[in-house]
């Protein structure tokens, strides 16, 4: 082992082959522990670098949210809405303004919409997805 400059600690420096859903169950707690911390930047960068990895063929959240018939009638530009949906990740991933607020909903709906993809959920998943139920309205 070899020092990786993080303050001292010493840090198994291996190669690791994983596959998108390998590494999205096991990083899922990540993503949440980061939302409950408050760090929702961390959370959202997670959640929509997750949510890009997995394909899903079928029913998942983004999918509905951007076919939403209400959406549609909302906004006559289907880019604008996509770009609605993700202002917040792309911010995070592409800079543009000087800051942003990011808040507790889009970090939330994010980790949501990453979930989705999955068939199986991990229990800090689905403790995630009952906490979101029940909030859902204070958000």
């Known amino acids: 082992m070899r020092s990786n400059g993080l303050a001292g600690a010493i840090v198994a420096c291996s190669i690791r082959t994983i596959e998108p859903t390998t590494g999205f169950h096991e990083a899922g ?28 063929e079928g029913p998942h959240m983004f999918s509905w949210l951007r076919d939403n018939p209400q959406a549609k009638e909302r906004f006559s530009d289907r880019k604008q809405w996509i770009a609605l949906l993700n202002r917040e990740r792309d911010w995070l ?17 994010m980790i949501a919409r990453a979930a989705s993809k999955l068939e199986a ?18 958000i």
């Open 29 to 56: 707690g990540d993503r949440i522990d980061a939302f409950g911390r408050g760090a929702f930047d961390i959370a959202l960068t997670l959640a929509g670098a997750a949510e890009g990895m997995v394909g899903r």
């Open 93 to 109: 991933k592409h800079g543009g303004d000087a800051q942003m607020e990011i808040e507790c909903a889009p970090a939330a709906f």
């Open 121 to 138: 959920w991990t229990p800090k998943m689905e403790a995630f997805r009952a906490w979101l139920m029940r909030h859902v309205e204070e």
